[in-house]
């Protein structure tokens, strides 16, 4: 089980990531782009949710290339990663922090950094 704490702790790891608030919640984010935060469930969320179970504990959205890159990461990642309608449409997926693996988690990261850091930067950790 990974925390909130953890993924700060991996976010600040890569090259001039930040930390800061969305919505009143933790995020990270490179050059101004928010590439993971927490991503509690809103009323609406629940409510679409029906009677189906809705996932428990914390829940950390993270940032993808593209929508391609969003369905391949949702299938090789069934049991820790999922989305809701809320993000239909949108490269970002959900991660379930109580069932993700750290590397899973830190590759999730890492893609998310790279979908959102400049170019230069990316070419640049690459090359370190």
């Given at each position: 089980?990974?925390?909130?704490?953890?993924?700060?702790?991996?976010?600040?790891?890569?090259?001039?990531?930040?930390?800061?608030?969305?919505?009143?919640n933790?995020?990270?984010?490179?050059?101004g782009?928010?590439?993971?935060?927490?991503?509690?469930?809103?009323?609406?969320?629940?409510?679409?949710?029906?009677?189906?179970?809705?996932?428990?504990?914390?829940?950390?959205?993270?940032?993808?290339?593209?929508?391609?890159?969003?369905?391949?990461?949702?299938?090789?990642?069934?049991?820790?990663?999922?989305?809701?309608?809320?993000?239909?449409?949108?490269?970002?997926?959900?991660?379930?922090?109580?069932?993700?693996?750290?590397?899973?988690?830190?590759?999730?990261?890492?893609?998310?950094?790279?979908?959102?850091?400049?170019?230069?930067?990316?070419?640049?950790?690459?090359?370190?």
């Open positions: 089980m990974m925390t909130v704490d953890e993924v700060a702790l991996l976010a600040s790891e890569l090259p001039e990531a930040s930390e800061g608030e969305r919505y009143g933790r995020s990270w984010s490179v050059a782009k928010a590439f993971a935060w927490e991503r509690p469930f809103s009323k609406a969320d629940l409510r679409r949710f029906g009677e189906a179970f809705a996932p428990d504990g914390p829940i950390l959205a993270v940032r993808v290339l593209d929508l391609a890159d969003k369905e391949a990461v949702l299938a090789e990642n069934p049991h820790g990663f999922f989305t809701i309608p809320h993000f239909d449409g949108y490269p970002a997926v959900l991660v379930r922090l109580d069932l993700v693996t750290s590397t899973a988690l830190r590759e999730a990261l890492l893609d998310g950094w790279l979908a959102c850091a400049p170019r230069a930067l990316a070419d640049r950790y690459f090359k370190s």
